[in-house]
């Protein structure tokens, strides 16, 4: 089956620090990977995606990597800012499905 | 152009009880999907609505139900509310189904508290 594990948290750093939150997942078949935001009180929105292996998505200066060898989809900024602070969710999207498979959320909270 | 828009924004209810939750879809999307996310959790997939069909389900008991109208917007009803049915209620709407993956857009959500 599908499924999706994404590192714990809550992950405090201060700002302009370097952020990696770990992704890895198990698929069926050929999934597309996806990280969505939710800041405070508002909906998910999406990140980054990348559709197939090797693949790097890109967005708000995040980056994460299609990594099939490894299941892996890691999400990294190199340098976090105080409105970074959200909740990061690693998801998966089956092709030819049509439904997301999402982790349980890793929060972020950046201090000054 | 107009985001996904859900109400009511929170919700009360007490056990054995019926509710319904609405959404309104981006316009000119004509997919919803509905997803539940409890406290600390990710979102889980309940179902989804394609041209008024449901078009895919989750691990939801029967309990949970939906309806799509000619404009795409779409109600999520539950029966007989438990108290592990508290959480936020998701819903998203995507130009298409299935396929090639189609994003979805997320609105703010329906946060739903059964006592």
């Known amino acids: 089956g599908n499924s999706v594990t994404q590192m714990e948290g809550p992950v405090t750093l201060s700002e302009e620090a370097f952020l990696t939150i770990n992704c890895t997942y198990t698929a069926t078949g050929y999934p597309s990977l996806f990280w969505y935001v939710q800041y405070p009180g508002e909906g998910l929105q999406l990140l980054l995606k990348a559709t197939k292996a090797d693949d790097k998505g890109s967005n708000k200066g995040f980056e994460a990597t299609y990594r099939k060898e490894t299941t892996s989809f890691h999400l990294e900024k190199g340098s976090v800012q105080v409105s970074d602070s959200a909740v990061y969710f690693c998801?998966?999207?089956?092709?030819?499905?049509?439904?997301?498979?999402f982790g349980t959320g890793t929060r972020l909270t950046v201090i000054p | 152009e107009t985001g996904v828009t859900q109400s009511p924004t929170h919700l009360i209810k007490t056990r054995g009880q019926q509710v319904t939750l609405r959404c309104s879809s981006q316009s000119g999307h004509n997919t919803v999907s509905w997803y539940q996310q409890a406290l600390g959790q990710g979102p889980q997939f309940i179902f989804q609505?394609?041209?008024?069909?449901?078009?895919g389900r989750g691990n939801f008991p029967p309990r949970f139900s939906g309806l799509q109208f000619p404009n795409y917007s779409s109600e999520l009803n539950v029966n007989a509310l438990e108290l592990d049915d508290s959480a936020l209620y998701l819903c998203a709407s995507s130009l298409g189904a299935g396929g090639t993956y189609n994003e979805q857009f997320f609105g703010p959500g329906t946060r739903l508290t059964v006592l």
């Open positions: 609505y394609y041209r008024e069909e449901e078009n």
């Open positions: 998801a998966l999207g089956e092709t030819g499905a049509n439904n997301l498979f």
